[in-house]
Structure formats: C-alpha cells, structure tokens
C-alpha cells in the first residue's frame, strides 16, 4: 500500500494539481483587487450603484438585527433577488478578468518563444507517405 501511495503521489499530476492550487489562492487577491478596485466602480458608473443586493427585497421587517439580512432604509430584508444578480456579476467580472489576464500572458509568452528553426513545422510522417503514395500513383510508367 505505501507503494501505491507513493506511485500515486510521483506520478506527477498530484504536483501539478497542488502547484495549480497553491498558485490560484495565491492569484486570488490579484483578480478580486481587480475586479472591487476597477471593474465594480465601472459598473456602479455605469448604473449608478457597484451592486444590486437592494433590488427586489422581500420578506423586510423594521427594526430587525442587520446582521441577518440587507438594509434598506430602517428596514432589514431578508430576501433579494438583487443580491443573486451581483453574485452573478461579480462571477461574469472575475472571468473576464482572468480572460485578460491569460489572453496577455499567452501574448507574452508567444513573443519569447524563439520561432522553431526551418521556418514552418515539418508536416506529419504519414502525410508525407500518403504524399508519395499519390505521386506514384499518378505516374504513368
């Protein structure tokens, strides 16, 4: 069973799992910066408010414990239709901006990369055969 254990761990995927996640909570306060700092405040410009947790309340009570639901004047909602539409934004914001954030980075890494040497990538074996397959064919000999 130790055996096992340690095929399963140097089988490489483990690693690469672990590193994928520790570098992604470590990504985290990258996107969320992003997305609180400059993409809500565009939102809010653009609506007039960052979020929607106030639209469509229900279930408001006066005088209730702020801590158990969204205040709306002197009143404690509940319910919010308002609070699943920013979730949802929040969502649709923090995949667009990892979506610039892989787009830029594929774009720096495609101008590093040295261009492979011979110019264009030699077609595959059987390509090549089928090729010279057609070409015998094709002679009338």
Do not use: H
């Not at 400059?38 to 007039?48: D, Y």
């Not at 239709?81 to 892989?102: D, Q, S």
């Amino acid at each position: 069973m130790l055996k096992e254990f340690r095929d399963f761990i140097n089988r490489g995927n483990v690693i690469d799992l672990a590193v994928a996640f520790v570098l992604g909570v470590a990504f985290n306060p990258i996107v969320t910066t992003l997305v609180d700092r400059v993409l809500m405040p565009l939102v809010g410009m653009v609506v007039g408010t960052p979020n929607f947790d106030t639209f469509g309340t229900f279930a408001c009570t006066a005088g209730g414990d702020p801590a158990t639901g969204i205040v709306v004047g002197d009143q404690v909602c509940a319910g919010s239709v308002g609070a699943v539409i920013t979730v949802v934004v929040n969502f649709l914001l923090v995949a667009l901006a990892l979506f610039f954030v892989v787009k830029a980075y594929n774009r720096f890494k495609a101008q590093t990369e040295e261009p492979s040497p011979g110019g264009e990538p030699a077609e595959p074996d059987d390509v090549t055969l089928l090729r010279e397959i057609r070409d015998l064919l094709a002679d009338p000999r």
